[in-house]
């Protein structure tokens, strides 16, 4: 279960355990209602992306801004090649979520999440809350805000992000999309 770790990846045990350190670009974090199977945070490599867009492309959320595997799986190639930061989270071998984080990306000062998903089943383990809470470990060494774009519609992510610390900061109208109006939600380091 652990045969994918390399040679200086660090290894976290429970997120909840005192002395966490991120220090390298891979995380652990074993997830006791997941069959207490590992999950393993690394960079997104090109044998990620066809796997990741086609789950992408089935989630209604993306499917509203009319999102396809192939429109997804370009944007992820295109980003790799222009050295963009997406994690994923792996488990048994799977990709199981993304996380797209862009350092000093909101307003050339703060981090900013551009996109984060976990994969339709696995979803509600902590997953995201892993990957959420890696990109804010990185975003808070370097500065002390992060901020991400919400759509209006998407009510359970505005609520878990609250849970997660969020705060809505504003709102941008027909943005991304005419009918669609763009929450800017903040966090900031306590
Ligand atoms: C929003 C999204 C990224 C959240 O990811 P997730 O993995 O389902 O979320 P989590 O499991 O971390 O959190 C959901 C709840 O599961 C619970 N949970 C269950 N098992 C858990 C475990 N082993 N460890 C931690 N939390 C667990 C948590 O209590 C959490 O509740 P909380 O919000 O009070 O922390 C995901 O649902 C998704 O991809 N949605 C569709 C796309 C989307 O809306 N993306 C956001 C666009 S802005």
Redesign the pocket.
Known sequence: MLGNITPGDSMVKRRSDPGIQLRSTCILVP????DGDWTFIRLMQTGDIADCARWIAE?P??QRYGVTEESMADRFRAALDAGATIYVAEQAGEVV?FVWFVERGAFDHSGYIR?????PG???????????EFVEEKSFAAGRDIF????DF?T??Q???I??GYRQVGQIDSYVRQDVNELIFRKTRQ
């Open positions: 997830l006791e209602s997941w989630t959320l993306w979520g996109l984060i998903g976990v994969r696995a979803r509600g383990h902590g997953i995201g809350r892993a990957l959420l991400l774009l919400v759509s998407n359970d992510a609520r878990w992000y849970r997660q």
